[in-house]
């Protein structure tokens, strides 16, 4: 009861902090889709058109993915990552899902009018952040696909808000509705000797320093608010999943790592 109410009173304070922005600026983005309204847009401080055209590169550039692929959103939002790809896949298809029930129903009804091959699903899955309402645990929930339905699929700042248990059934599930040979990319927050040491020094983005199962998180009391897993124990749940590997991992600029192409650490895997 106490998460309903939180949630419904943050709800309500972001409707009017950010409704009169919304209704004065309302921008439009690419192929006539309106940019979503800042009430619904629980992006951070990230600039959102940015950072759906940064990883539309990643997905292109690190990924592999083509203009025809069938694929997956795995916690799709509020549209951050398919906007820009509605200008990308030509003769491919997309399919997200997510916890928002709001963020979905946005995306339903100014994304798939105008690309009919986009489309989206709310999942009742429950989360104290995002989802209080949800009546299913995310250890448990079943993709709403068919095995072998994606060439590729990915998940942005999603498993870095996902415990242990949830993200060893998330990655089994990627794997399930992927093809044979299909591919995912997924960012991470993961502890390495270099990420560890810039924790302990207090340069890392992120106060990592309560033990969680497999690695560490911020606060103790809410650990979804921000996890990172050991590198050794990211490789041992891909690889029970079915998912393996594909060298080198790109490791992010929260814990400064030379070269980083983004935020959080980007990982490639496919299906075995």
């Known amino acids: 009861?106490?998460?309903?109410?939180?949630?419904?009173?943050?709800?309500?304070?972001?409707?009017?902090?950010?409704?009169?922005?919304?209704?004065?600026?309302?921008?439009?983005?690419?192929?006539?889709?309106?940019?979503p309204p800042r009430h619904l847009s629980f992006v951070g401080d990230s600039d959102f058109e940015q950072t759906g055209r940064e990883f539309l590169g990643h997905f292109t550039e690190l990924g592999g993915l083509r203009p025809e692929d069938r694929v997956l959103d795995i916690g799709c939002g509020i549209g951050r990552m398919a906007l820009p790809l509605t200008g990308y896949l030509q003769?491919?298809?997309?399919?997200?899902?997510?916890?928002?029930?709001?963020?979905?129903?946005?995306?339903?009804?100014n994304i798939t009018p105008r690309h009919p091959e986009f489309v989206f699903t709310w999942a009742p899955i429950h989360n104290r952040k995002y989802n209080p309402f949800g009546d299913v645990s995310a250890a448990e929930f079943r993709f709403p696909y068919p095995d072998s339905s994606f060439d590729f699929a990915f998940a942005t700042s999603l498993f870095t808000?996902?415990?242990?248990?949830?993200?060893?059934?998330?990655?089994?599930?990627?794997?399930r509705v992927l093809r044979p040979g299909g591919t995912c990319l997924l960012t991470f927050f993961l502890l390495t000797p270099e990420s560890e040491a810039?924790?302990?020094?207090?340069?890392?983005?992120?106060?990592?320093?309560?033990?969680?199962?497999?690695?560490?998180?911020?606060?103790?009391?809410?650990?979804?608010?921000a996890i990172a897993f050991e590198?050794?124990?990211?490789?041992?749940?891909?690889?029970?999943?079915?998912?393996?590997l594909r060298e080198p991992i790109h490791f992010g600029s929260w814990a400064h790592a030379p070269g980083a192409p983004s935020m959080q650490d980007i990982v490639v895997a496919e299906r075995v």
């Open 198 to 225: 810039e924790i302990a020094a207090g340069r890392a983005g992120f106060d990592f320093r309560y033990p969680v199962d497999g690695g560490l998180t911020t606060d103790p009391r809410q650990p979804e608010e």
């Open 161 to 175: 808000h996902l415990k242990r248990e949830e993200t060893a059934h998330y990655l089994a599930e990627t794997a």
């Open 91 to 109: 003769g491919g298809s997309y399919a997200g899902f997510d916890v928002g029930r709001e963020m979905v129903r946005w995306c339903s009804r």
């Open 231 to 244: 590198l050794d124990v990211l490789r041992e749940l891909l690889g029970e999943a079915g998912l393996r």
């Open 1 to 35: 009861m106490r998460a309903k109410a939180i949630y419904l009173a943050k709800a309500l304070a972001r409707r009017l902090r950010y409704g009169p922005g919304d209704l004065l600026h309302r921008r439009r983005g690419g192929a006539g889709v309106p940019l």
